[in-house]
Nanobody
């Protein structure tokens, strides 16, 4: 089992940058697939980016070329570097850890961090 804590959110102007961090506690961080999701007001939670334990990357089309996910297994931390931010990036960002089981998977979530892009 793993616990997740996000940090790094805040208010930024359009075109600006932020870096989100997600620190994991518990064992076995390196075997988890890690991801970032976001939820804007009145909308469903959506995938932003994922990074598997084997290094496979996946990004939502809306963030390709602007947001970058990375992980440091030695620090049990996953990051989301956010550049060229747009007002439509405004949302609560959630860190996710997924452990694949023999059948199915287990998902763990952080509490979320608010990102607001506004002038």
């Amino acid at each position: 089992q793993v616990s997740l804590a996000e940090s790094g959110g805040g208010l930024v102007q359009p075109g600006g940058s932020l870096r989100l961090s997600c620190a994991a506690s518990g064992s076995g961080f390196s075997i988890y697939s890690m991801g970032w999701y976001r939820q804007a007001p009145g909308k469903q939670r959506e995938l932003v980016a994922t990074l598997t334990s084997g290094g496979t990357l996946n990004y939502a089309d809306s963030v390709k070329g602007r947001l970058t996910i990375s992980r440091d297994n030695a620090k049990n931390t996953v990051y989301l570097q956010m550049n060229s931010l747009k007002p439509e990036d405004t949302a609560v960002y959630y860190c996710n850890a997924r452990r694949w089981l023999v059948i199915g998977f287990s998902d763990y979530w952080g509490q979320g961090t608010q990102v607001t892009v506004s002038s």
